[in-house]
């Protein structure tokens, strides 16, 4: 029997969010910042995430009182904590580009 795959909101959402932040890493909107989620105007790859989730949220260069508990906690139900983990590592230890993270992201962060 033909059964129609019908998406969930929750992954129609998770979708949008990994769109969106693939994306804003390409757009070029953003200057790439290393060691830190955001100084001035720029931004690390997770902070460039952070400003997707909620733009609003920033209190000068700290996003609703601190990146690692809030931003985990915004989008574990979407991405998996070990991908975090490794963005944080291609963007301040191996300093790649936003365009290389982008890759990486579309290639190995699923929705769950």
Request: aromatic share 10%.
């Amino acid at each position: 029997m033909y059964q129609e795959h019908v998406e969930t909101p929750a992954v129609v959402e998770q979708k949008s969010l990994k769109r969106r932040w693939v994306e804003a890493l390409r757009s070029g909107r953003y200057k790439q910042a290393f060691g830190t989620i955001r100084a001035g105007t720029k931004f690390c790859a997770l902070g460039v995430l952070a400003d997707v989730i909620d733009h609003e949220a920033w209190e000068g260069s700290m996003w609703r009182g601190g990146f690692t508990g809030s931003v985990v906690n915004a989008v574990s139900d979407t991405f998996m904590c070990d991908s975090l983990q490794r963005v944080y590592e291609l963007n301040d230890d191996k300093r790649r580009s936003f365009h290389a993270i982008a890759d990486w992201v579309e290639r190995n962060v699923k929705e769950l």
